[in-house]
C-alpha cells in the first residue's frame, strides 16, 4: 500500500486533513513536507497500518492512537491515562503570560495538571519555579513522561487531593493555574469522544462545580502576596453564571478583583481572579 492509498483509506474515517497527516507521520516516521513529495511510496509496515484503522474503527482519538498531542506549539506525550489537552485550553496559558509579563521569580501552581500541558508550558517559556500537581498516579506518570521530553527546569510534582499537598506542606504561590474536572455526572450532552479518556478528569461532583466551590474557599492560604497574585481557572462554557454565583457567594473579601474571559470560539472559558 503506498502513502497516497493510505491517505485515501485514512479520509474515510478522519475529516481532519492534520490529523491524516499526524497518522500518516507515526506510521513513516516522516514529516509532512517528505510525505507530500513520496506519496508513491509504499507503508513498510502494514501491521501498524491495520491496527491504526481497527483503532479508528473504534473511534480511538487520533492523539492516543499517535500519543502525541500538540498544546501551546509544544507536543505532549499522551496516552489514555490523561485527558487529551484541548485547544480551548491555551486561554489558560495565554492569559498566565500576560500576568507574568516576563517576571521570572514567580512560583507557579498547576492544579489537576493531567499531562503538565498547563504547567510545563509555562515553565518551558518562562522558567519560573512551578509545582504539578494532580490526584492520580497515572496521571503523573505521563506527566514525568513530559517532564524528561519538554525542556523543564525547577518543577516538582505532588500527588494528593486538590489543595491538600499545598496545605498540608504550606506551599504557596504567586500564578496558580487549574483546569480541573468540572462536567456534571448528570450530564447527558457529553460526546462520545470522551468514552477512552479518564473519568476522573472529566466528571466533578456538585454539578461539575466541586472544585471552584473549594478553591473560592481556600484560595488565600496558597497565595504568597496577597497583593499580587493571578488565579485562573478553566469551567465549561455553560458553567459562568453558576460560577459567579459560587464566587460571590464564597469570596467576600473585596480587594479581589475578578473577570471572566471567553475563549477563540466566544464562550466563556475561564474565571481570573487577581489583587486590585
Ligand atoms: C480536566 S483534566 C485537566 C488536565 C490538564 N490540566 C489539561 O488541561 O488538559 C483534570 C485533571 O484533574 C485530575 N483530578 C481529578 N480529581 C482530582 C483531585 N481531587 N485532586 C487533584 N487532581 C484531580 C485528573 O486526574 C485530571 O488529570
Known amino acids: 500500500m503506498t502513502i497516497h492509498q493510505a491517505y485515501l483509506e485514512l479520509k474515510k474515517h478522519i475529516l481532519n486533513q492534520s490529523e491524516i497527516y499526524e497518522i500518516l507521520e507515526y506510521l513513516t516516521g516522516h514529516k509532512y513536507d517528505w510525505l507530500i513529495c513520496h506519496q508513491d511510496k509504499l507503508i513498510e509496515n502494514i501491521s501498524k497500518y491495520e491496527s491504526v484503522i481497527e483503532a479508528l474503527k473504534q473511534f480511538v482519538p487520533v492523539a492516543y492512537i499517535v500519543n502525541n498531542k500538540r498544546f501551546y506549539g509544544i507536543d505532549f506525550f499522551v496516552d489514555q491515562r490523561v485527558l487529551i489537552p484541548r485547544i480551548e485550553t491555551e486561554l489558560v496559558v495565554e492569559q498566565a503570560l500576560k500576568w507574568l509579563n516576563n517576571q521570572n521569580n ?31 498516579d497515572q496521571a503523573l506518570e505521563v506527566c514525568k513522561i513530559n517532564l524528561a521530553k519538554i525542556q523543564a ?18 506551599i504557596k504561590g504567586d500564578l496558580i493555574v487549574c483546569n480541573p474536572p468540572y462536567i456534571d455526572f448528570q450530564d447527558a450532552n457529553v460526546g462520545f ?44 462554557f ?39
Request: include cysteine.
Open 238 to 276: 455553560e458553567q459562568k453564571t453558576a460560577i459567579e454565583k459560587l464566587y460571590t457567594e464564597f469570596v467576600t473579601d473585596k480587594n479581589f478583583n475578578h473577570e471572566f474571559l471567553k475563549d477563540n470560539s466566544n464562550n466563556w472559558r475561564c474565571i481570573m481572579i487577581t489583587n486590585i
Open 153 to 170: 527546569t525547577k518543577i516538582q510534582i505532588l500527588q494528593g487531593d486538590f489543595l491538600e499537598p499545598l496545605l498540608e506542606n504550606q
Open 106 to 136: 514567580k512560583v507557579i501552581i498547576d492544579l489537576c495538571t493531567g499531562s503538565g500541558n498547563i504547567g510545563i508550558t509555562l515553565n518551558h517559556l518562562t522558567n519560573n519555579s512551578t509545582y504539578l500537581l494532580d490526584l492520580s
Open 193 to 236: 469522544s470522551t468514552k477512552y479518556e479518564p473519568q476522573n478528569a472529566l466528571f466533578a461532583d456538585e454539578k461539575g462545580l466541586k472544585f471552584y466551590k473549594e478553591m473560592f474557599l481556600n484560595f488565600p492560604k496558597i497565595i504568597k502576596d496577597i497583593n499580587n497574585f493571578c488565579l485562573i481557572m478553566e469551567f465549561g
